[in-house]
């Protein structure tokens, strides 16, 4: 059980929003750098997959997740918290080695990357002292998933993973793993093709995963402080939403 102080004062509070807001534009600009170094639009990375992958990509996207959830759990328990830059470390070097062997080998290392980049949501869940055991917990770490991804970021066109927290039942997570894979789906799609461009190969590798490992720890950042936020400054998550998504829509006050 948390013990609480007093409730966060407006300033307090108006200045955590502030700094999630931040996070939220910065992890945006990481998605920019990697289409400068690939070429090209985001909209257009899917065009350069082949049809027989993307048939496969939803299912194993979805096998991925479930895998990743039992993975990245048990992990827990043999090392515990990890700092971020580690969790870049390790997807950067994997996402080198799949570009560097093309296709199939980052097609190979997509359900490596898809736990590691659970297990890094799951540290930050526990930054902001939740345990990542609990299923609530858990739950809300797949539901991270649901941001936009990195290289098809827009500031407050896409908050459907900052949702109000709901019941979690026996067949919730199945349930929010199925919602959840179309949408990733299309992200690692985004994700493959960007890392098997010709010629640049590991360079594109280790500069995606990079991307993808820091935008998911920064959305992470955003879920989490605001579910803090929450607790500590005694406001309806709701109404934290609410003021969180306005700020995302208005122009970044200049410094």
Same mark, same amino acid.
């Given at each position: 059980?948390?013990?609480?102080?007093? *409730?966060?004062?407006?300033?307090?509070?108006?200045a955590r929003?502030?700094?999630?807001?931040?996070?939220?534009?910065?992890?945006?600009n990481?998605?920019?750098?990697?289409?400068?170094?690939?070429?090209?639009?985001?909209?257009?990375?899917?065009?350069?997959? *082949?049809?027989?992958?993307?048939?496969?990509?939803?299912?194993?996207?979805?096998?991925?997740?479930?895998?990743?959830?039992?993975?990245?759990?048990?992990?827990?328990?043999?090392?515990?918290?990890q700092?971020?830059?580690?969790?870049?470390?390790?997807? %950067?070097?994997?996402?080198?080695?799949?570009?560097?062997?093309?296709?199939?080998?980052?097609?190979?290392?997509? *359900?490596?990357?898809t736990?590691?980049?659970?297990?890094?949501?799951?540290?930050?869940?526990g930054?902001?002292?939740?345990?990542?055991?609990?299923?609530?917990?858990?739950?809300?770490?797949?539901?991270?998933?649901?941001?936009?991804?990195?290289?098809?970021?827009?500031?407050?066109?896409?908050?459907?993973?900052?949702? %109000?927290?709901?019941?979690?039942?026996?067949?919730?997570?199945?349930?929010?793993?199925?919602?959840?894979?179309?949408r990733?789906?299309?992200?690692?799609?985004?994700?493959?093709?960007?890392? %098997?461009?010709?010629?640049?190969?590991?360079?594109?590798?280790?500069?995606?995963?990079?991307?993808?490992?820091s935008?998911?720890?920064?959305?992470?950042?955003?879920?989490?402080?605001?579910?803090?936020?929450?607790?500590?400054?005694?406001?309806?998550?709701?109404e934290?939403?609410?003021?969180?998504?306005?700020?995302?829509?208005? *122009?970044?006050?200049?410094?």
């Open positions: 059980m948390d013990v609480l102080g007093p *409730p966060l004062d407006k300033a307090d509070v108006d929003l502030d700094a999630l807001a931040l996070r939220h534009r910065r992890a945006g990481l998605g920019i750098q990697v289409l400068n170094v690939v070429g090209g639009r985001a909209e257009a990375l899917l065009d350069r997959l *082949p049809d027989t992958v993307m048939g496969r990509l939803e299912t194993g996207t979805q096998q991925a997740l479930e895998m990743a959830m039992n993975a990245a759990h048990r992990s827990r328990g043999m090392v515990g918290t700092p971020g830059w580690l969790s870049r470390a390790v997807t %950067t070097a994997m996402g080198a080695a799949g570009g560097f062997g093309g296709l199939p080998s980052a097609m190979a290392e997509l *359900p490596i990357t736990t590691i980049l659970l297990r890094a949501i799951q540290d930050v869940a930054e902001y002292g939740f345990d990542p055991a609990e299923e609530g917990v858990r739950f809300d770490c797949v539901q991270v998933f649901a941001a936009a991804g990195p290289l098809d970021h827009d500031d407050g066109a896409d908050l459907a993973f900052l949702t %109000t927290r709901v019941a979690v039942t026996g067949k919730a997570m199945q349930a929010l793993i199925a919602k959840v894979a179309p990733l789906s299309v992200v690692l799609g985004q994700k493959l093709a960007a890392q %098997t461009v010709p010629v640049l190969g590991a360079a594109a590798g280790a500069a995606t995963n990079y991307a993808f490992t935008y998911y720890q920064q959305m992470a950042h955003v879920h989490f402080g605001l579910r803090r936020l929450a607790i500590e400054a005694d406001i309806p998550h709701a934290l939403l609410e003021r969180f998504r306005a700020r995302l829509v208005a *122009p970044p006050a200049r410094r």
